[in-house]
């Protein structure tokens, strides 16, 4: 054993000098490979409930088709349905605190912003209640698709968002498709209806999507500003019950101020008679209003929880992608006309759309090839000044 053990000294020698640069060599391999891009699982959950909550625009239409007339009930359909939250809000912080974690609670001036952001998102859903009013749903939907050029401005304004090529591209073809519906033949109008009534419907859809464009980006600052961890622990995602303590206080100020715009209106007095006249019935007219009530909530729930775990413009694109899914289900269960100039809005909109996803991946890739290079520039001064 020891005339082995002498005999291979030498080697052993070499082979000592050999792993002092074995791991410097191994990390920078590790660090010069990028990681793919995968969603977190909230990002995932947060898009399946958008698209689960895709019925709510067209219980909405339902509602206006038949016969209903409140756009403050329908603007409150659009944000009340927070009280569903709070079972699974309380368990979760009561896990929280029994896990030993700490300050689950949104900090006050978050909770002011959210409040304000509220009552501002019941102004936007009073608007798209009007253009819902007076719109068909494929109309009213290709005309919420600008909302994603709406968020993509007001995120450059004011969270600092860099235009490309493809996001520039998506906003123009964005603006050319309601362009199309404005000048095409008939211009998507219902048959009967008084060309001013459409007129100021389709401005409505248009305010409706700016309004929203612009609460999604506040919504992404108020968290940088107000709710962002510092330290290591900003790079990891935001639990949950955060995003369902925003959608809870959101939700309750918006409600407040459609419930004081239906006091003043007069639409409690006015709910029994609406409901004995609703076209499908009294009790589906209660049936409409409560399933109507679930579905805005997921889709609000899923982009708040985009905005929070991802970006605003995330949470704008997965509003995109609702486009297609409400043309169909308006042809099916509505049996609106689908023409020509909707046709080409609609191509337009998802042109925009993909334009959009590509720029954005191009990106993502531009960026994870400079990381690569910094780290490779890094990693030979390292191995210069290695002895």
Same mark, same amino acid.
């Given at each position: 054993?020891?005339?082995?053990?002498?005999?291979?000294?030498?080697?052993?020698?070499?082979?000592?000098?050999?792993?002092?640069?074995?791991?410097?060599?191994?990390?920078?391999?590790?660090?010069?490979?990028?990681?793919?891009?995968?969603?977190?699982?909230?990002?995932? @959950?947060? %898009?399946?409930? #958008? *698209? =689960?909550?895709?019925? /709510? !625009?067209?219980? &909405?239409? +339902?509602?206006?088709?038949? $016969?209903?007339?409140?756009?403050?009930?329908?603007?409150?359909?659009?944000?009340?349905?927070?009280?569903?939250?709070?079972?699974?809000?309380?368990?979760?912080?009561?896990?929280?605190?029994?896990?030993?974690?700490?300050?689950?609670?949104?900090?006050?001036?978050?909770?002011?912003?959210?409040?304000?952001?509220?009552?501002?998102?019941?102004?936007?859903?009073?608007?798209?209640?009007?253009?819902?009013?007076?719109?068909?749903?494929?109309?009213?939907?290709?005309?919420?698709?600008?909302?994603?050029?709406?968020?993509?401005?007001?995120?450059?304004?004011?969270?600092?968002?860099?235009?490309?090529? @493809?996001? %520039?591209?998506? #906003? *123009? =073809?964005?603006?050319? /498709? !309601?362009?199309? &519906?404005? +000048?095409?033949?008939?211009? $998507?109008?219902?048959?009967?209806?008084?060309?001013?009534?459409?007129?100021?419907?389709?401005?409505?859809?248009?305010?409706?999507?700016?309004?929203?464009?612009?609460?999604?980006?506040?919504?992404?600052?108020?968290?940088?500003?107000?709710?962002?961890?510092?330290?290591?622990?900003?790079?990891?995602?935001?639990?949950?019950?955060?995003?369902?303590?925003?959608?809870?206080?959101?939700?309750?100020?918006?409600?407040?101020?459609?419930?004081?715009?239906?006091?003043?209106?007069?639409?409690?007095?006015?709910?029994?008679?609406?409901?004995?006249?609703?076209?499908?019935?009294?009790?589906?007219?209660?049936?409409?209003?409560?399933?109507?009530?679930?579905?805005?909530?997921?889709?609000?729930?899923?982009?708040?929880?985009?905005?929070?775990?991802?970006?605003?413009?995330?949470?704008?694109?997965?509003?995109?992608?609702?486009?297609?899914?409400?043309?169909?289900?308006?042809?099916?269960?509505?049996?609106?006309?689908?023409?020509?100039?909707?046709?080409?809005?609609?191509?337009?909109?998802?042109?925009?759309?993909?334009?959009?996803?590509?720029?954005?991946?191009?990106?993502?890739?531009?960026?994870?090839?400079?990381?690569?290079?910094?780290?490779?520039?890094?990693?030979?001064?390292?191995?210069?000044?290695?002895?």
């Amino acid at each position: 054993m020891a005339t082995i053990s002498a005999s291979a000294s030498p080697a052993m020698q070499e082979a000592a000098k050999t792993p002092s640069a074995s791991p410097l060599r191994a990390t920078v391999a590790t660090a010069a490979s990028p990681a793919r891009y995968r969603p977190s699982p909230l990002v995932i @959950f947060s %898009a399946c409930l #958008v *698209l =689960l909550g895709a019925g /709510g !625009p067209l219980l &909405l239409r +339902v509602y206006f088709v038949h $016969g209903g007339q409140r756009l403050w009930l329908s603007a409150l359909l659009q944000i009340s349905g927070w009280p569903l939250l709070l079972p699974p809000l309380c368990v979760s912080l009561f896990r929280g605190r029994r896990h030993g974690i700490a300050n689950l609670l949104l900090p006050l001036r978050l909770v002011g912003a959210a409040a304000v952001l509220g009552a501002f998102y019941a102004i936007s859903c009073y608007v798209y209640a009007m253009g819902s009013q007076a719109l068909p749903l494929s109309t009213s939907s290709l005309l919420l698709a600008t909302q994603l050029a709406f968020t993509a401005i007001f995120a450059f304004l004011f969270v600092g968002l860099r235009f490309t090529p @493809f996001s %520039a591209n998506a #906003v *123009l =073809l964005l603006t050319i /498709g !309601p362009a199309v &519906l404005g +000048v095409g033949p008939g211009s $998507g109008k219902p048959a009967g209806e008084p060309s001013k009534t459409y007129w100021v419907g389709f401005c409505e859809a248009i305010a409706a999507a700016a309004l929203a464009g612009l609460v999604l980006p506040l919504v992404e600052v108020s968290m940088e500003r107000y709710g962002r961890r510092s330290g290591p622990a900003a790079r990891v995602p935001p639990p949950y019950s955060t995003v369902m303590q925003m959608q809870a206080v959101m939700g309750a100020a918006g409600t407040m101020v459609c419930l004081l715009g239906m006091a003043i209106k007069s639409d409690f007095s006015a709910l029994r008679g609406e409901a004995a006249a609703f076209g499908l019935g009294e009790t589906n007219y209660y049936l409409v209003l409560v399933r109507d009530a679930v579905s805005w909530q997921l889709l609000n729930l899923g982009i708040m929880g985009l905005i929070t775990c991802a970006s605003s413009l995330l949470a704008g694109i997965m509003i995109a992608v609702l486009l297609p899914l409400s043309e169909i289900l308006a042809v099916m269960f509505l049996h609106e006309k689908f023409d020509g100039p909707k046709g080409i809005a609609l191509v337009l909109s998802l042109w925009g759309f993909a334009s959009y996803l590509y720029g954005e991946k191009a990106q993502k890739k531009l960026e994870a090839q400079k990381s690569e290079q910094q780290v490779a520039r890094k990693t030979g001064d390292l191995e210069l000044a290695a002895p």
